[in-house]
């Protein structure tokens, strides 16, 4: 059993930070990608920004300078810090990972409940 959960959601004003977490546990052998979503009401879920097992990152171009993808592989865990948030940045942000599991020979996609971001004054 895998399982992926997001914490660190909730409520900011414009201009402010949030940061994001997300854990993956269970019969891990090893992550490879891990990434963030988004999805605001009435639009299509988006990538975000994503992390290689290596360290490389990409990142959507209206986030490119305000938020940072970072992991640390010694804890199975991937942030997302938000600076300069918008009200347009509002949504329910999804943890995605790229996961191969003890006794299984692919690696599988895995996806957090989610946790909601709104950016309002």
């Known amino acids: 059993q895998v399982q992926v959960v997001e914490s660190g959601g909730g409520l900011v004003q414009p201009g402010g930070s949030l940061r994001l977490s997300c854990v993956a546990s269970?019969?891990?052998?090893?992550?490879?990608?891990m990434a963030w979503y988004r999805q605001a009401p009435g639009k299509q879920r988006e990538l975000v920004a994503i992390?290689?097992?290596?360290?490389?990152?990409n990142y959507l171009d209206s986030v490119k300078g305000r938020f940072t993808i970072s992991r640390d592989t010694t804890k199975n865990t991937v942030y997302l810090q938000m600076n300069s948030l918008k009200p347009d940045d509002t949504a329910t942000y999804y943890c995605?990972?790229?996961?191969?599991?003890?006794?299984?020979?692919?690696?599988?996609?895995?996806w957090g409940q989610g946790t909601q971001v709104t950016v309002s004054s």
């Open positions: 995605n990972a790229d996961i191969l599991k003890v006794g299984v020979p692919a690696t599988d996609d895995y």
């Open positions: 269970g019969s891990i052998v090893k992550i490879y990608a």
């Open positions: 992390i290689t097992s290596g360290g490389a990152t």
